[in-house]
């Protein structure tokens, strides 16, 4: 492999590159600003000029996934942090959305832990409701659903 400096429609790239100059192995991809999908960037593997492997992707908005990919999607096991919502997603993705088990913990303290199908949460899990006791100060667990 060759290490690379190349300039895409798309922003820019460097990194590891096969033969023919496009992206294999490891590398840090910079978009413009302007990518419809608000991607900021992305550093870690690829193969054929998409994201494979194990990588992190970053968005404009804050927003943050860090795991398995392939063919430039979510796909296997991953983090992701949504700066707006304080929400964190760990678990299992499948041509990039959640599928299989996973967590999503909220930011004030509720989670659900169980299977996902296309996105949403489908399947058996636990989802439990968490509040502040303004007695004690502490966040405590108010209730709970699991089926």
Do not use: C
């Not at 190349?6 to 990518?35: A, W």
């Not at 599928?99 to 909220?106: D, L, P, T, V």
């Not at 659900?112 to 489908?122: A, S, T, V």
């Amino acid at each position: 492999m060759v290490v690379a400096k190349i300039r895409y429609e798309e922003g820019s790239y460097e990194g590891e590159v096969n033969e023919g100059k496009i992206p294999e192995g490891n590398g840090l991809f910079e978009y413009r600003g302007d990518d419809e999908n608000g991607r900021m960037s992305y550093e870690g593997g690829w193969k054929n000029k998409a994201a494979s492997g194990l990588g992190t992707m970053r968005w404009q908005n804050g927003d943050r996934y860090e795991g398995e990919w392939q063919g430039g999607l979510r796909h296997g096991s991953g983090k992701y942090f949504s700066k707006s919502t304080g929400g964190k997603y760990e678990g299992e993705y499948e041509n990039d959305v959640k599928s299989g088990s996973g967590k999503y913990m909220f930011n004030n303290g509720d989670y659900y832990d169980g299977e996902w199908k296309n996105g949403l949460r489908h399947g058996k899990g636990l989802y439990v409701w968490k509040e502040l006791n303004e007695n004690t100060e502490e966040i405590e667990e108010i209730g709970r659903y699991e089926g």
